[in-house]
């Protein structure tokens, strides 16, 4: 199994036994609102984060920690995350509305 799809299954894994729906944001997650918006009517030039989809913030996330995407805070943010702690992060914001 490749690596983003072993990501996707580990991501729908974690929205299936609830962590997503959790009220409770994991750690790290609350860092994410310094720079990206948590509400749709903020005009910003850093994407929103809050309900998208969870395989595609963490494949961000992991790029930007490998150094695949260029970032300008987001590479040395990412690293500072393992990958579980990615997964959750991207599947409790993927929830939020």
């Known amino acids: 199994m490749g690596a983003t799809r072993a990501a ?3 991501v729908l894994t974690f929205i299936a036994t609830g962590v997503a729906g959790a ?7 609350t860092s994410c609102s310094g720079c990206h918006a948590t509400r749709a009517n903020v005009d910003t030039p850093v994407p929103r984060l809050v309900g ?8 961000a996330t992991t790029a930007f920690r490998s150094g695949q995407r260029a970032g300008t805070v987001m590479d040395r943010i990412a690293k500072g995350f393992s990958d579980d702690e990615v997964r959750a992060i991207a599947a409790w914001l993927a929830a939020q509305r």
């Open 8 to 10: 996707v299954v580990a």
């Open 23 to 29: 009220a409770d944001p994991p750690p790290g997650a």
């Open 52 to 59: 998208r989809d969870a395989a595609d913030i963490a494949a």
